[in-house]
Every structure is written in structure tokens, then in C-alpha cells.
């Protein structure tokens, strides 16, 4: 046995003894201590640590991207289609940019962000009459100028960005041509819309927030974990023992110094968002499991 950075003689056989993880160290890039003599050599050491740092960038540049998308209620949309929206070929040619910070979080945000709709006199008229207390309905002991979702005969639709089911706390939207979104009331996507147009929002609540009424909601929930063989098996395995309904999984992974990350979403069906907070705890205690929590 002999250190690496023995010189060889021509005619001598060598064998090298590796291991199945790791890589080259930054001392085999330093001429005094005699590791590497040809340039080829040295090329491919700096080339894994460009890539090593470029798998960093990405991943810092990924996290900022799926912050964003969380902030503007945006979780839904795939990063693919995202960074093609901004002239990128892929979603990594992206988050390495950003990464980078060669490119503003704001010009995302700005593009993510629709333009406002326009209000036709009768949906404004609608609104404005959404807004006024019913006094006749007051004096009886009724809701008021509160949109009672499910029972009142205006069309609703539950908002795809936040994805409310009971008990959340919810507000709704006068939109355009749809009747009224509603909301959760902490929903970025609708804080941006009301700040806009505040007489469009009004008051609503779920026809049955406490007591299920055999009406089921998709809501996405984000697993990050340590990557490995099983890791989608064991979670979904969570889901089905707690006989909750996966509808929808995107995955997405990246190599890091932590030796990998993966990303999930899965989009199920409850009853109850506060049976989702149970379900969560169980599978945060799935083995590589960092954080599971509801978008």
C-alpha cells in the first residue's frame, strides 16, 4: 500500500481501491502536493466540483421558486410549465438562474400574477348587492349578507390555488362570468385579488363546517424527504391505511450534499381538513421524511 500521490514509473501496474460513495478531494487540485500531473486529469476533478456546485444553485434556486409558488397560491402549477412561461427549456435551467440570482423573484411573481378581470354592470351590481345587509333576513335571525356555500342559490366554486374544505376559514370572490370563489382566508392569491377590488369580496361559510355531510375536497399536501428506494410506497401506504383517497402525485428529485432530496405532492380528498393535521404527524414519522404539511 502507498499514499495517492505516489508517483508511478513507466511499465508499473497499479490497482486503486475505491469505495461505492464519495469523490475526489480539493487537495488533488493543489501542484505541491503531487495528486494529479496531467491537465485531463485535473479537468475532470474541477469538473465534479462544478457539478457539485451547480446541484447546490439548483436546489437553493428551487426552494426561492416553490416559496414563491407558495406565497402566490400557485402550487399547482408544474415547474416545467413555469420556467417554458419564462423562456426556459426546463424547470433546472430555471432554478439555476435563480439560484444564481441572476434572475428577480419579482419578475416571477409578476408574471404569476393574472390581470385583474373586468366586472360587467350586472356581476358589479351583484357584488354591491352582496354587500349590503339583508335586513329582513336579520330580523329573523338569519345570516345576513353572509353566502352560505352549498345552500344559497349563487354558483360558487372552491378555489384550485388553496383548495378550502371545512372547517377553514373561508371568503369569497365576486369573479367574473363564474359567480364566487371562495377562498381560504389566509389564501396569498386572494389577498392579492382583494387588495385590488375590496368591494368584489364578501362574506361566506360552509353550510356544515363542524358536522360532515358526505361532501369530500381535494387538498395538495407537500412531503420534502431524503431520497430513497420506497420512499413514495411507504407514504402512500400512510394514506391508505387512514383511508384517505389519493387522487394526484407529482414527484420531483435532486442530488445534493445531503445525498438527495425529493419532493412531493399529493393531492387527496378529506371530509375534514383538521383529519388531515392527524394524518400529517403520522407521516412526518415516515423514516427520511423532513416535513409534511398541507399548501
Not at 121 to 135: F, G, H, I, N, S
Not at 198 to 222: F, L
Not at 239 to 264: L, P, Y
Amino acid at each position: 500500500m502507498v499514499p495517492l500521490n505516489t508517483p508511478l514509473q513507466n511499465g508499473q501496474t497499479v490497482e486503486v481501491i475505491t469505495v461505492k460513495e464519495g469523490g475526489p478531494s480539493r487537495d488533488w487540485l493543489n501542484p505541491e502536493l503531487g495528486f494529479l500531473s496531467s491537465q485531463r486529469a485535473k479537468s475532470k476533478v474541477r469538473a465534479w466540483f462544478n457539478a457539485l456546485a451547480m446541484a447546490q444553485t439548483v436546489a437553493k434556486g428551487r426552494e426561492a421558486v416553490e416559496k414563491l409558488l407558495q406565497r402566490e397560491g400557485k402550487t399547482a402549477m408544474k415547474l416545467d410549465d413555469l420556467a417554458l412561461q419564462l423562456g426556459f427549456k426546463a424547470a433546472d435551467d430555471l432554478f439555476e438562474v435563480v439560484g444564481k440570482d441572476e434572475l428577480s423573484l419579482r419578475t416571477i411573481e409578476n408574471m404569476l400574477r393574472p390581470p385583474e378581470p373586468v366586472l360587467s354592470p350586472d356581476e358589479y351590481l351583484l357584488a354591491k348587492k352582496m354587500r349590503q345587509p339583508d335586513r329582513s333576513s336579520q330580523s329573523k335571525g338569519g345570516k345576513g349578507n353572509v353566502l352560505v356555500v352549498g345552500i344559497d342559490s349563487l354558483l360558487t366554486q372552491l378555489a384550485k390555488c388553496c383548495k378550502p374544505a371545512p372547517p377553514d376559514e373561508i371568503l369569497g370572490f365576486v369573479t367574473k362570468g363564474k359567480g364566487v370563489s371562495i377562498h381560504r382566508s389566509d389564501c396569498s392569491n386572494f389577498r392579492n385579488m382583494a387588495s385590488g377590488s375590496p368591494d368584489r369580496v364578501i362574506a361566506v361559510e360552509w353550510s356544515s363546517p363542524k358536522t360532515p355531510d358526505g361532501s369530500i375536497y381535494p387538498v395538495d399536501v407537500a412531503v420534502e424527504a431524503a431520497d430513497r428506494q420506497g420512499l413514495l410506497r411507504d407514504i402512500s401506504e400512510v394514506f391508505a391505511k387512514e383511508k384517505m383517497n389519493v387522487i394526484g402525485v407529482q414527484t420531483q428529485s435532486v442530488k445534493d450534499n445531503r445525498g438527495g432530496t425529493a419532493w412531493m405532492t399529493f393531492t387527496v380528498e378529506v371530509a375534514q381538513s383538521s383529519r388531515l393535521k392527524q394524518v400529517l404527524g403520522i407521516v412526518a414519522e415516515v423514516p427520511g421524511v423532513r416535513s409534511a404539511r398541507r399548501r
